[in-house]
Protein backbone atom coordinates (compact mmCIF):
# COMPACT_ATOMS: atom_id res chain seq x y z
CA UNK A 1 0.00 0.00 0.00
CA UNK A 2 1.55 3.17 -0.79
CA UNK A 3 1.03 6.44 1.28
CA UNK A 4 0.85 9.61 -0.31
CA UNK A 5 1.72 12.52 1.69
CA UNK A 6 0.61 16.32 0.61
CA UNK A 7 1.34 19.43 2.38
CA UNK A 8 1.31 23.22 0.65
CA UNK A 9 -2.24 23.96 0.84
CA UNK A 10 -3.81 26.41 2.97
CA UNK A 11 -4.99 29.99 2.35
CA UNK A 12 -3.77 32.68 -0.31
CA UNK A 13 -4.83 36.05 -2.13
CA UNK A 14 -5.62 36.36 -5.69
CA UNK A 15 -2.51 36.60 -7.87
CA UNK A 16 0.09 34.98 -5.52
CA UNK A 17 1.63 31.38 -6.52
CA UNK A 18 1.26 28.15 -4.54
CA UNK A 19 2.95 24.95 -4.46
CA UNK A 20 1.42 21.91 -3.41
CA UNK A 21 4.10 18.83 -2.72
CA UNK A 22 3.56 15.43 -2.87
CA UNK A 23 5.72 12.38 -1.04
CA UNK A 24 4.76 8.87 -1.18
CA UNK A 25 6.16 6.17 1.25
CA UNK A 26 5.22 2.59 1.73
CA UNK A 27 4.76 0.13 -0.52
CA UNK A 28 7.07 0.39 -3.44
CA UNK A 29 7.15 3.87 -4.03
CA UNK A 30 9.20 3.96 -7.09
CA UNK A 31 8.43 3.53 -10.51
CA UNK A 32 4.95 5.00 -10.17
CA UNK A 33 3.42 8.16 -11.99
CA UNK A 34 2.23 10.89 -9.97
CA UNK A 35 -0.41 13.66 -10.09
CA UNK A 36 -3.00 15.95 -9.12
CA UNK A 37 -6.91 16.24 -8.94
CA UNK A 38 -8.92 18.79 -7.61
CA UNK A 39 -12.24 19.06 -6.77
CA UNK A 40 -13.85 22.64 -6.11
CA UNK A 41 -16.87 23.30 -3.78
CA UNK A 42 -19.64 22.38 -5.80
CA UNK A 43 -18.02 20.78 -8.44
CA UNK A 44 -16.78 17.39 -10.18
CA UNK A 45 -13.58 16.85 -9.14
CA UNK A 46 -11.37 17.33 -12.55
CA UNK A 47 -7.52 16.25 -13.20
CA UNK A 48 -5.36 18.83 -13.28
CA UNK A 49 -1.83 17.69 -14.07
CA UNK A 50 0.55 14.30 -13.89
CA UNK A 51 4.14 13.60 -14.44
CA UNK A 52 5.85 10.27 -14.73
CA UNK A 53 7.97 8.21 -13.09
CA UNK A 54 11.54 9.72 -14.47
CA UNK A 55 9.97 13.37 -14.77
CA UNK A 56 10.74 13.06 -18.39
CA UNK A 57 6.75 13.40 -19.68
CA UNK A 58 4.02 15.63 -18.40
CA UNK A 59 0.08 15.96 -18.97
CA UNK A 60 -2.35 18.56 -18.20
CA UNK A 61 -5.90 18.55 -17.42
CA UNK A 62 -8.04 20.49 -20.31
CA UNK A 63 -8.96 23.57 -18.23
CA UNK A 64 -4.93 23.94 -17.15
CA UNK A 65 -3.51 27.32 -19.49
CA UNK A 66 -0.30 27.81 -18.84
CA UNK A 67 -0.30 28.36 -14.94
CA UNK A 68 0.01 25.11 -13.52
CA UNK A 69 3.36 23.47 -13.66
CA UNK A 70 4.18 19.80 -12.18
CA UNK A 71 7.57 18.48 -11.81
CA UNK A 72 9.34 15.65 -9.61
CA UNK A 73 12.47 15.49 -7.81
CA UNK A 74 13.66 12.05 -8.50
CA UNK A 75 16.02 12.33 -5.51
CA UNK A 76 13.26 12.62 -3.23
CA UNK A 77 10.71 10.95 -5.30
CA UNK A 78 8.35 14.43 -4.66
CA UNK A 79 6.08 15.73 -7.20
CA UNK A 80 5.15 19.30 -6.92
CA UNK A 81 2.52 21.44 -8.26
CA UNK A 82 3.08 25.07 -8.84
CA UNK A 83 0.13 27.41 -9.78
CA UNK A 84 0.91 30.77 -10.62
CA UNK A 85 -1.19 33.58 -10.69
CA UNK A 86 -3.99 31.77 -8.54
CA UNK A 87 -7.83 32.98 -8.61
CA UNK A 88 -10.59 32.26 -6.61
CA UNK A 89 -11.55 30.05 -8.77
CA UNK A 90 -8.47 27.68 -7.96
CA UNK A 91 -10.04 27.12 -4.50
CA UNK A 92 -10.20 23.66 -4.22
CA UNK A 93 -9.10 20.50 -2.25
CA UNK A 94 -6.03 19.08 -4.35
CA UNK A 95 -6.00 15.92 -4.13
CA UNK A 96 -2.17 13.57 -5.15
CA UNK A 97 -2.47 10.22 -7.06
CA UNK A 98 -0.03 7.78 -8.00
CA UNK A 99 -1.08 5.32 -10.75
CA UNK A 100 1.43 2.80 -12.90
CA UNK A 101 1.74 5.06 -15.59
CA UNK A 102 0.91 8.73 -17.30
CA UNK A 103 -2.09 7.64 -18.86
CA UNK A 104 -3.23 5.59 -15.84
CA UNK A 105 -2.65 7.91 -12.90
CA UNK A 106 -4.19 11.00 -14.96
CA UNK A 107 -7.86 8.89 -15.71
CA UNK A 108 -8.16 6.27 -13.20
CA UNK A 109 -5.17 6.73 -10.43
CA UNK A 110 -4.34 3.76 -8.14
CA UNK A 111 -3.71 5.64 -5.28
CA UNK A 112 -5.09 8.65 -3.61
CA UNK A 113 -3.80 11.18 -0.95
CA UNK A 114 -6.33 12.66 1.60
CA UNK A 115 -6.36 15.77 -0.21
CA UNK A 116 -4.82 19.67 0.75
CA UNK A 117 -7.23 22.44 1.15
CA UNK A 118 -6.59 25.54 -1.28
CA UNK A 119 -8.45 28.58 -0.12
CA UNK A 120 -8.24 31.82 -2.68
CA UNK A 121 -9.41 35.29 -1.88
CA UNK A 122 -9.97 37.89 -3.62
Known amino acids: QVELVESGGGSVQAGDSLRLSCTPS????????LGWFRQGPGKEREFVAA????????TNGDFVKGRFAISRDKSTNTAYLLVNSVKPDDTAVYYC???????????????WGQGTQVTVSS
Open 97 to 111: VAGNTLALVSTTPRY
Open 51 to 58: INWSGTQT
Open 26 to 33: GGTPGGYA
